[in-house]
């Protein structure tokens, strides 16, 4: 039964990874790349910014 309820869990976390790919392929597939490319760097850069600070 254990294991059962851990190879239902992993499926459950997949089928949510998915999911979760799916719908920003969605939302940025209209998207040039480099406009997506920019975004991540200065979002990237504000984090480190941040964790710097701390």
């Keep these: 039964m254990m294991f059962y309820s851990i ?3 992993i499926i459950d976390k997949k089928k949510k990874f998915l999911e979760l790919f799916q ?3 969605a939302t940025l ?3 040039p790349a480099d406009e ?3 975004k991540l760097i200065n979002k990237l850069s504000e984090v480190i910014h941040e964790e710097n600070k701390k």
Excluded: D, E, G, H
Aim: hydrophobic fraction near 60%; glycine fraction near 0%; charge should be positive.
């Design 29 to 31: 597939k209209n998207v």
């Design 7 to 9: 190879i239902a869990a």
């Design 36 to 38: 997506l490319q920019k």
């Design 23 to 25: 719908r920003m392929f």
